[in-house]
């Protein structure tokens, strides 16, 4: 079974599982957990709200531990599992994987949107962002490392007419 504790002491498992080194995983456990736990004390982990008793985490918890928790999903990320090959490494059913994914996802979505480090959405977003890192002293600090803009690729474009287009698909295409 896949436990935090048990990874992190490799050399690069973390960074292979999640592409984070385990001082960026670290820095982004606590403010996770927070969103974890402002959640789960409004919703259950079926999605309904919670109305008789409050959260408390149960012993025999899947994911025990807010790295764990943070681990499952960055991993599930990166690695673009099936969710029974997921939930079988990290010692659960397909459907109880499938409950954490629906509950971390949102989750790792708004930590890194507090701490904006959220990926933008639209290509206005990420100019805006990349202008502001390289402007700020505090861009070396941050969580994600991005890169500058460069310019145009120097690759020449090829343009076909769409004769042309449809002759190189049919050729290409025995």
Do not use: C
Not at 45 to 71: C, F, H, I, Q, V
Not at 117 to 128: T, V
């Amino acid at each position: 079974m896949l436990r935090y504790q048990s990874e992190k002491d490799k050399t690069n498992r973390i960074l292979d599982l999640t592409s984070l080194t385990v001082e960026e995983f670290e820095q982004l456990v606590e403010p996770f957990e927070r969103a974890f736990v402002r959640h789960m004390q409004h919703w259950t982990m079926e999605g309904k709200p919670r109305t008789a008793r409050a959260y408390t985490p149960y012993t025999n918890s899947p994911l025990p531990t807010s790295e764990d928790r943070l681990l499952f999903i960055l991993s599930y990320l990166k690695l673009a599992a099936l969710q029974v090959a997921h939930g079988a490494l990290f010692g659960m059913s397909q459907s109880n994987a499938n409950k954490w994914i629906h509950v971390l996802m949102p989750l790792l979505h708004q930590t890194l949107s507090d701490l904006g480090d959220a990926p933008g959405r639209h290509l206005r977003a990420l100019q805006e962002r990349l202008v502001e890192l390289q402007t700020s002293e505090a861009g070396a600090s941050t969580l994600f490392f991005t890169t500058a803009l460069n310019g145009r690729l120097s690759a020449p474009r090829i343009v076909m007419s769409k004769k042309q287009l449809i002759a190189a698909r049919s050729n290409a295409t025995q």
